[in-house]
T-cell receptor
Framework: DGGITQSPKYLFRKEGQNVTLSCEQN?????MYWYRQDPGQGLRLIYY???????QKGDIAEGYSVSREKKESFPLTVTSAQKNPTAFYLC??????????FGPGTRLTVT | DAKTTQPPSMDCAEGRAANLPCNHS???????VYWYRQIHSQGPQYIIH???NNETNEMASLIITEDRKSSTLILPHATLRDTAVYYC????????????FGQGTILTVHP
């Protein structure tokens, strides 16, 4: 079954803790992305990676970090430096010149 | 990427065609028009895309005006499950999946 897996669906953390969100794809896509969505808002790009061992900041990278050690995996760490981490996080992947496909999302709540 | 403008909300009766407009008057020659939709608390779903010719797939049809300044997404027989936020995005070149999501159109399909 091909697709993008994000786990867990819901995640709760205390303020000041780092948390890592998982994203795995078995679509053999070169590029992967992380987006953030706040209530009633569109998606905003956090980080993206077009190839293994390379990634670039998106529009709102502050307080986040990523790694791309394997083609199929692109984990996102939300650090304690992120001022408003509570949000819906979406991972996506795409071949280099085709449509982008999204995972089911992880809803992170930090209290 | 070109800015797109969509109406904030639209209604449609179940079984009727839903026609969702999008303006992209500053679109450049190498930018495609993509449509996605997002059902509440899920990841966005790719629907269709096109450059200048009209396109049709199993989900929808995309009509792009000759001057490429606007387009219309057509859901030929809307169902209650088509109730979602629909996003029109213009991008291309080396942008790959770095999508810029606006507010989209909230389509509500009524019984």
């Amino acid at each position: 079954d091909g697709g993008i897996t994000q786990s867990p669906k819901y995640l709760f953390r205390k303020e000041g803790q780092n948390v890592t969100l998982s994203c795995e794809q078995n679509l053999n896509h070169d590029a992967m992305y992380w987006y953030r969505q706040d209530p009633g808002q569109g998606l905003r790009l956090i980080y993206y990676s077009q190839i293994v061992n390379d990634f670039q900041k998106g529009d709102i990278a502050e307080g986040y970090s990523v790694s791309r050690e394997k083609k199929e995996s692109f984990p996102l760490t939300v650090t304690s430096a992120q001022k408003n981490p509570t949000a819906f996080y979406l991972c996506a992947s795409s071949p280099t010149d085709k449509a982008t496909y999204f995972g089911p999302g992880t809803r992170l709540t930090v209290t | 990427d070109a800015k797109t403008t969509q109406p904030p909300s639209m209604d449609c009766a179940e079984g009727r065609a839903a026609n969702l407009p999008c303006n992209h008057s500053t679109i450049s020659g190498n930018e495609y028009v993509y449509w996605y939709r997002q059902i509440h608390s899920q990841g966005p779903q790719y629907i269709i895309h096109g450059l200048k010719n009209n396109e049709t797939n199993e989900m929808a049809s995309l009509i792009i005006t000759e001057d490429r300044k606007s387009s219309t997404l057509i859901l030929p027989h809307a169902t209650l499950r088509d109730t979602a936020v629909y996003y029109c995005i213009a991008f291309g070149g080396t942008s790959y999946g770095k999508l810029t999501f606006g507010q989209g159109t909230i389509l509500t399909v009524h019984p």
